[in-house]
C-alpha cells in the first residue's frame, strides 16, 4: 500500500510543473525609427496555437505606473496593443502608434491578462534617427602623381626687412 501511495506522489509531483505552464514576455523589438509611426514586436512565450485569441494586453494601470516609479506620460496613451500570432506559428504582441513619435526613447509598462493569470512588465525602447541615405557615397580616389609634383621645391629668396637701419 505504501509503495503504490508513494509511486503516486512520485508521478502526482512529477506531472505538475507540466500543467503550469505561464505565459511569458520577451525582448522588445522595435522595427520603425524616430519620428515615424511607432511598430515593435513582443514576443509571447508558452502560448500554444489557438490561445492568443484569449490574451489580453494594455497600458498597465496608473497604480501600477506608480508602484513601479515610471512616469505614465501622455504619449503612452497613443499606443495600441495587439497579440497576433505569425505565419510560423511564433506569438508576438504589435505595439503600434497611429501618429509618429517624436522622443528618442519610450518606457512604459504593460499589463497581459490570460485565463490563467496576469503579467505587468515594463519596457524601455530606444528609437533611433531614421536612415536617410539610401544610395552608396562615391568612393574615394587616391591623388594622381604628376612630374610636376615630383620636382623638388624652389628655392625661395630671403624677405628684406620693410625697413632700412640708418
Request: net charge positive; proline share 10%.
Amino acid at each position: 500500500m505504501v509503495r503504490k501511495l508513494s509511486l503516486m506522489l512520485v508521478l502526482t509531483l512529477g506531472l505538475v510543473p507540466l500543467a503550469a505552464q505561464a505565459l511569458g514576455l520577451g525582448n522588445i523589438r522595435p522595427i520603425s525609427a524616430l519620428n515615424q509611426k511607432f511598430n515593435a514586436e513582443i514576443k509571447l512565450t508558452s502560448v500554444a496555437r489557438g490561445q492568443i485569441d484569449d490574451v489580453r494586453v494594455s497600458i498597465a494601470s496608473d497604480a501600477a505606473f506608480k508602484r513601479s516609479g515610471v512616469d505614465r506620460t501622455f504619449l503612452l496613451s497613443k499606443l495600441r496593443f495587439s497579440p497576433e500570432q505569425k505565419a510560423d506559428g511564433t506569438a508576438i504582441i504589435r505595439v503600434t502608434s497611429n501618429e509618429p513619435i517624436r522622443e528618442p526613447f519610450l518606457n512604459f509598462l504593460i499589463e497581459v491578462n490570460w485565463p490563467k493569470g496576469r503579467l505587468v512588465r515594463e519596457y524601455t525602447v530606444l528609437l533611433d534617427p531614421p536612415v536617410t541615405l539610401e544610395r552608396k557615397p562615391a568612393p574615394v580616389q587616391a591623388p594622381a602623381v604628376t612630374k610636376k609634383s615630383l620636382s623638388p621645391p624652389k628655392p625661395v629668396a630671403p624677405a628684406r626687412p620693410a625697413v632700412q637701419p640708418e
